[in-house]
């Protein structure tokens, strides 16, 4: 009852923030990355919250995947794992490049502002070879190829 009670103000509070937060930090962390890139000023603080944001992120997923009363959630969406897995590690990528390009700007050195703008280029197109890579090996959904063979060869057969 307890528990139940628990997953259910967790799924109601958390989850909406979560998916909130979830879309909103890689568009947040790029472009950040990118005003410091054109104006040449960082942020103040250490990673000026975006790193502590994708945490927090993090943390929240990791709790609803942790117990099984919070993960009632995704019997009820199906389709949020999904969303907020690939969310997640999108906000992790953006948020470790605009955390690098925000360390390499606080110095006026021109050659460090340039490896930083460089780092940032790198770390997004790493993020889109991650993704790319990840989700050809693990397709959310069949490719319809696959279906369109197992249809032929069912027809083949008869």
Known sequence: MLGSIVGSVYSLVCM???ALLAIALPFLAISNGKDVIVNGYSFPGPSNGNLDAAWVL???FYISLRFKSTRKFYAVFP???????MLTISGLFTSVAMTAVNLAFKQASSV???AGSVLFIGVLVLWRVFMSVYYTRKPVV???EEKQEELKRAGQER
């Open 112 to 114: 460090r502002r340039t």
């Open 142 to 144: 069949p490719f319809m």
């Open 79 to 85: 389709s949020m794992y999904q969303i907020l897995k």
């Open 16 to 18: 909406p923030l979560a």
């Open 58 to 60: 993090c943390m929240i």
